[in-house]
């Protein structure tokens, strides 16, 4: 089913179509809502979303729209090469209800790629039985910064109702700004005091009744990109890492992407990532299991130069940054900055973009009364 699937993608040009249609909405919202008064903060930002990742807090003004334009149509091609790949390979999560979960989601590129790609596949199935068992798709996300939130706020709202649109397409990205603002603030069972209306006597007086509720957060599939760029942050984030893979359903699947592993930098970072995750203890009093890895330094590229979604990265890249520049580029960017931008912009300039993927499968069970 899934090679049929990649087949009917191929033969309709989906993925390009999807990229493009996305591409064309994001450019038209930022063009239309900054003034020009913001446009010099976004100018101001350019060399710090592309340098400075590991410094800054995301909430410097003018960063999501500068993040933005260099960065969210590359990830975004990235992620829908990382989706095809897991549904090649048949571990994404195909089930009646999937519920998604993104850690430090930025403007959030995976998540429009993991709607895209779970709603061409609903579409698929469609055509071909006439009834997909995708029946619906839940994408939760936590981020820290309020540039981030605000712009996946009014982008969403923006992308789904406000554009001219060639068709019905909507994106799962919620409105909702984050259901926690920290990672270290992420819990999947909240518990919450609620009272109510009833009235309960005790020793002669009159209390309200109050009972404890939980909520429950159980996902299929969790993200996390380009987050944990040292040791230190994945010791850091030790808990949360261990916790959103011992509270995935079963055959959920946690997907780390990130810069390829090999340099000294970053091999690291995934061998403290795959203890965390593999050493966990997967068990309680009704429940056992594990999780296993079913992807490993799995290395991507595509092209900058030889592809057509690398050239439209570089065309948003350039249109961007001329139109918050106001064309004024010499004046209003940084030297290294520009060094860089024009460097892209050569018609000889040839750059293969490379990351690599890491995935664990979550599987449990009922333990057996002994
Ligand atoms: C380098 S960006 C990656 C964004 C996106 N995942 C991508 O691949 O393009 C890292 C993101 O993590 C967020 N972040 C950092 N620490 C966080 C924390 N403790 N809780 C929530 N978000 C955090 C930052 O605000 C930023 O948006």
Known sequence: MNDEFVKWLEKNDLLYERFCELNKRLTSFLYKYTDDNSKTEVCNRFSDVLKNCDVITYDEEGVSAAYTVLHFMDRYHRFQLVFLELLEKGILPIKSRIDILDLGSGPGPSMYAMSDMYELYRKFEIEKKKESKIKEINIDYVERSNEFTNFLHHFTEYANYTDDKVDEWKYHVPYHHTIFRDINDLVFNEKHRIFR??????????????????????????????????????????????????????????????????????????????????????????????????????????????????????????????????????????????????????????????????????????????
């Open 197 to 370: 209306n009833e009235y309960e006597e005790i020793e002669g007086e009159w209390y309200q009744v109050q009972e404890i509720q939980t909520v429950k957060r159980r996902y299929d599939l969790a993200v996390l990109s380009n987050f944990l760029t040292n040791v230190d942050m994945v010791e850091r984030f030790n808990k949360q890492l261990k916790d959103t893979a011992f509270f995935l359903r079963n055959r959920g699947l946690f997907v780390v992407v990130g810069a390829i592993g090999s340099s000294e930098k970053y091999r690291p970072v995934y061998e403290e990532i795959d203890k965390i995750i593999l050493k966990n203890r997967y068990r309680t009093k009704r429940f056992e299991g594990y999780c296993n890895k079913v992807l490993s330094e799995h290395r991507m590229e595509y092209s900058f130069s030889n592809d057509r979604f690398g050239k439209d990265v570089i065309s948003t890249i350039k249109d961007g940054v001329t139109f918050f520049t106001d064309n004024e580029l010499e004046e209003r960017l940084d030297k290294e900055f520009l060094k860089d931008f024009n460097k892209w912009i050569a018609p000889d300039y040839n750059k293969s973009i490379k990351w690599e993927v890491n995935a664990y499968k979550r599987r449990s069970w009922l333990r057996k009364n002994k």
